[in-house]
Structure formats: structure tokens, C-alpha cells
């Protein structure tokens, strides 16, 4: 399961929605205009733009992945073209608080993977990371907005 999978099954779940999702690659002649045009109009300058179609809360929503500035990003968009969550995919160091929490918990780790992600809808920050731990292996864990951990709750999610 690829962490993109794992991120949105913690993040619907912790937020309480019910997600029901296949990751489908699409070449970019095969995303509506609106949404292609929308992207580029919001992200001048993104490059190497991948698009992936999911199922999400019951619709189809379309998927940019892309980098932007040097940083890789991703944009979830409804059918109408209007992006419904915005994630960046941070290189490097994780804030010093996520480290502490970690390291007191699961001991020493690498870093995997850190992401945050708004809903823009209500402007609200999440953050998930995949860490390697010698003891536990490989976590996926997340975090409120004010990096306070979220207990995952149980959903139906399937993307596979």
C-alpha cells in the first residue's frame, strides 16, 4: 500500500468520514480541460505534473501530483475543477516536537516520509508521517493541526 493510501485512510478516518477509494494513473489528456486548466492556472509553476483519479466519498476526484518550487505537492480536485485538499511533501527535518513525541515513544527511527495537508475547505491542517522504528518496524502516524497525535478510529476504506 503506497503512502499516498495510507495518508488518506488516516486522514478520512481520523476525521471521521467514510471513504471508499481506487487509485486509477491518467495521462493528462484524460483529466477534463476544466481541472487540467484550473491546476496550471493555480500552480504557474508546477512541474512534472502525474494525475491519478479516485474514488472519494462516494465521487470521483482527481489527483495532481507535482513539484513545485522543489518541493513535491499534491492537490486533490472535485469533478467541478475546485481543490478540495492541498498537501506538501516536506524533505528534511521534522519540527522538533514530532521528533520528541517519536523518539520518547518508539525510540530511535528514520524518517520515511512527513506530508501536511489543508482542507480548504475549513483551512485546517493535518500531519502524517511514516517513520521506521528498530522495535515497531514501520508507523504511520498523525497529527491535529496543533501536532497533537490522532488516535486512528475505525473506517471503511478500501483501496485496493
Not at 487540467?36 to 462516494?58: F, K, N, T
Request: net charge negative; hydrophobic share 40%.
Amino acid at each position: 500500500m503506497s503512502f499516498k493510501s495510507i495518508f488518506l485512510i488516516l486522514f478520512f478516518a481520523c476525521s471521521g468520514v467514510t471513504v471508499f477509494s481506487q487509485e486509477v494513473a491518467l495521462s493528462e489528456d484524460e483529466v477534463p480541460p476544466h481541472i487540467v486548466a484550473r491546476h496550471y492556472a493555480d500552480h504557474q509553476g508546477s512541474l512534472s505534473v502525474s494525475w491519478q483519479q479516485i474514488e472519494m466519498e462516494g465521487a470521483n476526484r482527481f489527483v495532481a501530483a507535482y513539484a513545485e518550487d522543489k518541493v513535491r505537492r499534491e492537490t486533490i480536485y472535485n469533478k467541478s475543477g475546485r481543490p478540495l485538499f492541498e498537501s506538501t511533501i516536506h524533505e528534511g527535518d521534522l519540527p522538533v516536537m514530532l521528533s520528541y513525541y517519536i523518539e520518547d515513544r518508539f525510540g530511535k527511527f528514520r524518517l520515511v516520509e512527513f506530508k501536511s495537508t489543508k482542507d480548504l475547505s475549513n483551512e485546517i491542517m493535518r500531519y502524517t508521517l511514516v517513520v521506521k522504528a528498530k522495535e515497531y518496524g514501520e508507523l504511520n502516524l498523525a497529527f491535529d493541526n496543533e501536532m497533537n497525535p490522532i488516535e486512528s478510529r475505525a473506517a471503511l476504506v478500501s483501496y485496493e
